[in-house]
């Protein structure tokens, strides 16, 4: 364990020690953050001048969700996006055997090794608007409640995790998957608004297909205490289930990989 920790502190500060070498990026990452912002909560401001709540959800209960889209968005792209656009490049071009000769294992390899840290604007961003809505909501958060936010976010995170990993996998048979998880990108913006709004097969598709609402709209529900045990429940036992399925997944692809030195 404590090996593996060392491994994602070394890619990490890799990562760091590269993009350092264009911080005009980080100004640029600045705006498009502020500006994804703006957005969000544009909308926001359109909707509730029509109405006093949506879907059961207030303004600032809505606005603490933003936060959550922005700061789950901010983590998949540090590390999840840009790990596997690397990882399926490398497939393509079967230079994947470089990874798979280290003397550690691959899943971990591939899935740490490319980290874009201006990300962390999003996810610093993210984290301020959370804690502007709770001081809005004046909500005070105990233990159980921050206890339960945390482990529906890890949920969250290792559910999207597995997912990409599964899709990302299906390159050892498939060229183009960047493509599928362009789709996905574009399905994680419905994050923005609460999975419930939704028409019955849109949610379903949210929920267990694209699994946005795990990953933005359960974890908002815990964090303004409105998630009870079962959907809890299920969150844990799909994040436990999706990673074990990525992981044997994983290590049945790796047997059909062709590469530079096959």
Not at 176 to 190: D, G, H, K, P, T
Request: charged content about 10%; proline content about 3%; hydrophobic content about 55%.
């Amino acid at each position: 364990m404590l090996r593996n920790v060392r491994i994602i502190a070394t890619y990490f500060r890799l990562g760091v020690l590269g993009e350092l070498e264009y911080r005009a990026n980080f100004f640029i990452q600045v705006f498009e953050s502020i500006l994804g912002l703006v957005v969000a909560l544009g909308g926001l401001t359109v909707v509730f001048a029509h109405t006093e709540n949506l879907g059961g959800w207030s303004p600032d209960q809505l606005i603490a969700l933003v936060g959550i889209y922005l700061l789950v968005g901010g983590l998949i792209n540090l590390v999840i996006n840009p790990s596997m656009e690397r990882f399926m490049q490398d497939v393509r071009k079967g230079t994947l055997d470089f990874t798979l000769v280290k003397p550690a294992d691959s899943q971990l390899l591939v899935s740490v090794q490319r980290v874009e840290i201006w990300k962390m604007v999003d996810v610093v961003m993210g984290l301020a608007v959370i804690g502007v809505a709770l001081v809005r909501l004046q909500s005070a958060i105990g233990w159980g409640e921050t206890a339960v936010f945390t482990v529906a976010l890890f949920c969250g995170a290792t559910i999207v995790y597995s997912f990409w990993l599964i899709l990302a996998t299906c390159s050892f048979w498939f060229v183009r998957v960047e493509n599928i998880l362009v789709i996905f990108q574009s399905m994680y913006s419905a994050g923005r608004w609460p999975v419930g709004i939704y028409p019955q097969w849109l949610r379903f598709i949210l929920t267990f297909l694209v699994p946005v609402a795990f990953a933005v709209t359960v974890p908002a529900q815990g964090l303004i205490g409105q998630l009870n045990g079962r959907n809890l429940g299920l969150a844990i036992a799909l994040a436990v289930g999706l990673f074990i399925v990525a992981r044997l997944f994983w290590r049945y692809g790796i047997r059909f990989y062709s590469g530079a030195s096959a």
